[in-house]
Nanobody
Framework: QVQLVESGGDSVQAGGSLILSCQASGFTNLMAWFRQAPGKAREGVAAIVRNGGSTTYSAAAEGRFTISRDIDKNKLYLRMNSLTPEDTARYYC??????????????????WGQGTEVTVST
């Protein structure tokens, strides 16, 4: 397991943008962002393989969010545009050393961060 530390969460107005970051302490292959809104189950948002050659997004994130990573810095990013109140949640970074394609299956991930809070108001 590696240590993951998220940052970048904030309170923004609808239509705004945010960039979340996740610093990993060691080698990771597959990485992803998940989120959990109050009273709701955790859901996958976006995932990316190590070389960035494969990504996947949830239907809610597709077209608005972009996942990327900097291998040299061991960092993962999530750029979020056109935010809506429905995006309000705690966002978690997750990592896996499994060599599979980009996936939002939470069971693949064995390292999780503490999360960063995103609040979108009208």
């Amino acid at each position: 397991q590696v240590q993951l530390v998220e940052s970048g969460g904030d309170s923004v107005q609808a239509g705004g943008s945010l960039i979340l970051s996740c610093q990993a302490s060691g080698f990771t292959n597959l990485m992803a962002w998940f989120r959990q809104a109050p009273g709701k189950a955790r859901e996958g948002v976006a995932a990316i393989v190590r070389n960035g050659g494969s990504t996947t997004y949830s239907a809610a994130a597709e077209g608005r969010f972009t996942i990327s990573r900097d291998i040299d810095k061991n960092k993962l990013y999530l750029r979020m545009n056109s935010l809506t109140p429905e995006d309000t949640a705690r966002y978690y970074c997750a990592a896996s050393n499994q060599y599979v394609g980009a996936s939002l299956t939470s069971g693949l991930y064995n390292s999780w961060g503490q999360g960063t809070e995103v609040t979108v108001s009208t």
